[in-house]
């Protein structure tokens, strides 16, 4: 029969042999959305668990954090954020969550865009924060992927070369994947680089690569489009010729069918801009995601 | 000038042609409904409809993923349940139909934010499942013609028993069991109105084009014909007008029909011919002039 000594000797045993593992216990990491956590799985490896907040397929503008996401903060050692006014909701998430982890801006020293420039005179709304997805351009996905690395390293010295090694490993898939959207996009027609997509989320796309894009809703999925922009998005599509209007996974796709059915222009696919979808999606990852997007448009306009 | 002003935006783009025609329609038989549900003094069942939906939504989301039909034929089941059992206990019991109509839409609430959440997606379902005035397709207009023809005909068939009740529910209700049916289909048509026109025009337009009407004719007559005339005209002129603000101003499409009405709605409190305040600080003289 089983003393109660005995008892406590087991569970004292059974810890001690847990105490190992426990000393080889992964950095738990927190990102706020899917796109930032396939980078920090990237740099982070096999020593970092990443857990995003906002679920693929989710949309980080409008996201209202749960209990569940406090709990999540309170217990990561490394946070990472986007930044630039993306996820308006995590300062106060990070405050009532008390949690001690490093806050890690990953956009920092990345230049960022005036929000809907260009083409979206009339608009009638400013943003001081500027353009938030940064991404989009993967020259700067190599300057989060080093504020990334940096981050971690300073958390964790003991695990640097693996952290150093991984982030120069991704380093390389990200230069070959900016070679090939720029190669890609080399093969459209300069006139034929014009679409139409819902909501403004690839200011940097346009300023790296030089694919015109044109939204009729505000930078933000929350603001509603006038009649006076909807006109507009038309008149151009009609005086410019715009080939292909294009769908995004966290936008109403309503009014770009509309759009599109008054136009003649071509609905070219669905564009991922904010998020990721899941493991049996189109983009799982941040690379296949970008693969994604430039195959999607090449596909609609050069054809 | 006058052309490019008032015709020119209609005449060029279709989107606001089928606008006008979307926002028209519904006005016709949403202000009606709007002026019932103003003398029951039930005018924010609009509001609380919009939430008591989401769990019917939700349901239809988790049965077949982002299907808009599914989740718009899952909202009015939701909103049918909400309304009836709502209706019923107030009848039935001692709470009034406001309180029990709260007490039934937070419930719903809260089992649709339950559903939505155990799925772990965070898209907006609400968000997805309201439309916008600016991109309605032949569907969806469809479906605001049919539902106006149904409003229009289920009020024509319960009117004398709904003003009845509305004047004095419990005379009704010592003389025959009519009241009751009536009540049901009215409640049954407002949920019709108010899910079609979330699915067409958005929550704001929606609740907006069938409650403002209803005060604004309020203040220019007693008779409920006439008020639902006046209520249904300034409809019509708020869709109009809205989408004409919306084109030259650039101001989003559900907001600035909402604020051509309320200008409406101003001038009439101040100069209705019933109840307006200019009218009560010189009581009666052009009546007996």
């Known amino acids: 029969m089983l003393s109660r000594r005995t008892a406590i000797a087991a569970v004292l045993l059974a810890s001690l042999s847990a105490a190992p593992a426990l000393a080889q216990e992964k950095l738990k990491a927190v990102a706020t959305f899917s ?7 990237n740099v982070g490896g096999d020593k970092v668990d990443v857990i995003s907040l906002v679920p693929p397929n ?10 569940a996401d406090a709990k999540k903060l309170a217990d990561a050692h490394i946070v990472f954020t986007n930044g630039l006014g993306f996820e308006g909701w995590i300062a106060r998430l990070v405050k009532s969550s008390a949690t001690k982890a490093d806050i890690v801006t990953a956009t920092k020293g990345i230049k960022p865009l005036k929000a809907a420039g260009g083409h979206s005179h009339g608009h009638g709304h400013s943003h001081d924060a500027g353009d938030p997805h940064a991404w989009q351009s993967v020259a700067n996905v190599k300057i989060y992927v080093g504020n990334i690395r940096d981050a971690l390293v300073a958390r964790d010295p003991a695990s640097k070369a693996t952290y150093e090694a991984n982030a120069a490993a991704y380093l390389g898939k990200l230069d070959a994947l900016d070679k090939e959207v720029r190669e890609t996009i080399a093969r459209i027609p300069a006139d034929r680089r014009r679409i139409i997509t819902t909501h403004d989320a690839f200011g940097y796309f346009r300023s790296a690569y030089g694919v015109e ?8 999925t929350d ?8 006109a507009r998005i038309i008149g151009q599509i009609k005086k410019q010729k715009i080939p292909a209007v294009f769908l995004e996974n966290v936008s109403d796709p309503r009014l770009l069918k509309r759009i599109a059915d008054e136009t003649g222009a071509r609905v070219g696919g669905t564009l991922y801009s904010d998020a990721l979808t899941d493991e049996k999606g189109d983009a799982p990852t941040y690379i296949d995601m970008m693969r994604h997007n430039i195959r999607t448009l090449s596909a609609a306009l050069v054809g | 000038m006058l052309y490019d002003l008032l015709i020119a935006p209609f005449a060029e783009f279709e989107f606001m042609r089928r606008a006008l025609v979307g926002a028209c329609t519904l006005a016709v038989g949403a202000a009606p409904i709007g002026v019932f549900l103003m003398l029951r003094r039930m005018s924010l069942v609009g509001d609380a409809m919009a939430h008591a939906i989401l769990p019917g939504a939700a349901v239809g989301f988790l049965l077949s993923g982002l299907n808009i039909y599914a989740m718009t034929a899952g909202g009015l089941i939701a909103g049918f349940v909400v309304a009836v059992a709502a209706g019923l206990i107030a009848r039935a019991t001692e709470l009034k139909e406001d309180a029990s109509l709260a007490v039934f839409f937070l419930i719903s609430l809260a089992i649709g934010v339950t559903i939505v959440s155990m799925r772990g997606t965070n898209i907006d379902l609400l968000h997805f499942l309201f439309g916008s005035v600016l991109a309605l397709d ?11 023809t149904v409003t229009l005909f289920g009020l024509a068939l319960v009117f004398r028993p709904l003003v009845v009740e509305c004047v004095d529910p419990n005379y009704l209700r010592s003389v025959s069991g009519i009241g009751a049916i009536a009540h049901l289909v009215f409640l049954a048509l407002v949920v019709v109105n108010l899910v079609s026109g979330f699915h067409a025009l958005g929550t704001l337009l929606a609740v907006g084009i069938m409650m403002l009407p209803a005060a604004i004719g309020r203040f ?11 209520a249904v005209a300034s409809g019509l002129v708020a869709s109009y007008a809205g989408l004409l603000l919306s084109f030259h101003a650039s101001v989003p499409a559900g907001p600035s029909v909402i604020l051509v009405a309320a200008v409406l709605y101003a001038l009439s409190v101040l100069f209705g011919r019933v109840g307006g305040l200019v009218q009560q600080m010189i009581p009666r003289r052009h009546l007996e002039a």
């Open chain 2, 138 to 148: 032949n569907q969806t207009l469809v479906l605001i013609a049919l539902n106006t």
């Open chain 1, 223 to 230: 603001s509603e489009a006038s009649a006076r922009d909807v």
């Open chain 1, 35 to 41: 796109i930032l956590a396939d980078l920090v799985k």
């Open chain 1, 213 to 220: 894009f044109v939204a009729p809703q505000g930078v933000s």
């Open chain 1, 58 to 67: 989710g949309d980080a503008h409008v996201y209202s954090p749960s209990p």
């Open chain 2, 220 to 230: 220019w007559a007693r008779d409920i014909t006439m008020m639902i005339a006046v």
